[in-house]
Every structure is written in C-alpha cells, then in structure tokens.
C-alpha cells in the first residue's frame, strides 16, 4: 500500500469515527426530566436562547404543569430597538415573549439578583424557594445545556427536599442538530465549549 493511500485510509477512518461519535457526545449533554405539577417553572437566562427557552416555558404553562413562571436575568442586553431607543434586557424581551404566548403576566416573576451562571441561578432559586416555600420545580433551558443545570440544582437543592425536573426544546429549533453540530461555530461553542463548563462545575462545585 502506498504511503498515499495509507494517509487516505487513516483520515477516512478518523473522519467515520468522528461522524459517529460526534452525535453521541452531543446527545450525552441531554436530559430531561419532566415533573406532572410544579410549584413554579423556572426558565434560566441565556442571552439570545430566551426564545427557544420561553417557546417551551409557554407550553408546558399552558399545559398546567404551573401557574407561576420565574425568569433568571443574566443582566445582558439586546440589540439597539429603534422603537424603544435603547437596548432592552434579554430578560425584558423573555417576558414579553411568555406575555404573547398566552401567559398571563401576572404569573411572570424575575429574579431579584443578576446571576453569572447556572450555579448562582441555582443558589440564588434554593433562597427564594425557602422563603416561598416551594416544593418543587420544573426547570426550561437549552437542551446541550440540561445535564449540566440539572446536576448544579440537584446539587444545590439535595438537602431541601424540592423536587427538581428540567425539560428543553429539542435542538434543531435555534441550536444545531446533535449529528452536524460540529460543522458550524455555534455548534462547537454549545456542545464543545459546555463540556469545558461541565469540567470546570464538576472540579469546582
């Protein structure tokens, strides 16, 4: 075999192993666990997925599994709105998305404290849930991020007794599919980048 067609073997088969792995790594950062009823849906902020994120929060509103949605803020702004003459809050535009999807904006609560990550969300929703007295929680993210935010709050509710479910829309919505995530940017910073974010939480917290 010529040392020409030996390079081609190897990077086909490198290619075909990376096809059928790719998928797998970005399927693993999935999960779901869905709860009946919850005393409040929690939807974590994050920037531009607040449309993917409140699209799923409305649904499972409407679906009654809560009568109370609380949003995180993250604190981050938008695009220059001509209409309003300024940058509104991501947080601002996910409510006003839960609003026109028929939630009723009496039920739409946001967080007090900005928060910088899923762990702060996660502190920052076990005080507020002992001061209201929750007992349970439906938790609305992105889907390559729900094992992470699930395992932070599991964590960090273990010793309250709340009862902690998550639910995400499928990727393929405003993410990229698990099997081509890896041909584009956005997808390398969702699947690849949370693993490095997993690493850190996991040493870390």
Known sequence: MSRGLKIFVISSAMILFWVITAPFLANRLIVEKRIDKADVILVLSGSAAYSERTRMAAEVYRAGVSDMILLSDDGTKAGWSV?????PRFVELASRSLVEQGVDPDSIGIMDEQVSGTIDEAVGFAGIAGKK???SVLIVTSAYHSRRALNTFEGQLADTGIDVGIVSPRPGEDTPPAFIWWLSPKGWR???GEYLKSAYYWFFY
């Open 83 to 87: 209409a309003e003459e300024r940058n």
């Open 133 to 135: 007295g929750w007992k």
């Open 190 to 192: 969702l699947v690849a």
